[in-house]
């Protein structure tokens, strides 16, 4: 009978540390998603043509921006601006202008 209870609590240890893994994982999901600057920055959210835009400036020419197909893509696209550096952009824009 030693060895059951000795198995049980050893299950109920591994379930504990499992749990504990899982409630670690979810508070970095949540810390990651409060570092992003579309949720540190709150840009404006629009609907521009075909797509929502996500821009945090006066306007669309001088402004951090992206677009996308839904509000979550263009917040997405709006990070992945914010993070581009403006010799990148200005590259971009040459090439596409």
């Not at 009978?1 to 999901?29: F, G, P, T, W, Y």
Request: hydrophobic share 40%.
């Amino acid at each position: 009978m030693s060895n059951l209870d000795d198995d049980k609590q050893m299950m109920v240890v591994e379930a504990a540390c499992h749990a504990i893994a899982i409630n670690q994982q979810a508070e970095r999901m949540v810390i990651g998603e409060r570092e992003r600057p579309s949720y540190l920055w709150k840009p404006k959210l629009s609907f521009d043509g075909n797509q929502w835009c996500a821009f945090y400036g006066e306007n669309l020419q001088d402004c951090v921006v992206g677009f996308g197909d839904s509000p979550a893509k263009a917040m997405l696209e709006f990070d992945r601006a914010w993070k581009t550096p403006l010799q990148n952009v200005e590259r971009r824009h040459r090439a596409n202008g």
